[in-house]
């Protein structure tokens, strides 16, 4: 079992920058490997972000240039810096851990699930 706690959400204006983090607790040496996903009112989840327990790193389309994923294993937790925040970046950001391998930011592969973190964009 994983739990998976996130904080650091809030409000941000556009072009601004916020740190997001997800510590979690586990009853297991094994590693996971982690992800970042967001959903907007009236659209689906998506993936964000992951890192694997490598630090391979692995970014949507969307976001590449502007967010970095980033983990602390000694701390048990994993960080999304926001950079250049677009409006299109507000809505509820999902961590998530997976077993290592295969790094995807497809959500059906990441078995738990933390509460989420609100972030939102003013202009």
Known sequence: QVHLVESGGGSV????????????SKDTY??????????????????????DVDDTTLYADSVKGRFTVSQDSAKNTVYLQL???????????????????LLLLDQEGFGYWGQGTQVTVSS
Do not use: H
């Open 83 to 101: 950079n250049n925040v677009l409006p299109d970046d507000a809505g509820m950001y999902y961590c998530a851990a997976k077993p290592p391998g």
């Open 13 to 24: 204006y556009v072009g601004g920058s916020l740190r997001l983090s997800c510590t979690y």
């Open 30 to 51: 094994f590693l996971y490997a982690m992800g970042w996903f967001r959903q907007a009112p009236g659209k689906e989840r998506e993936g964000v972000a992951a890192i």
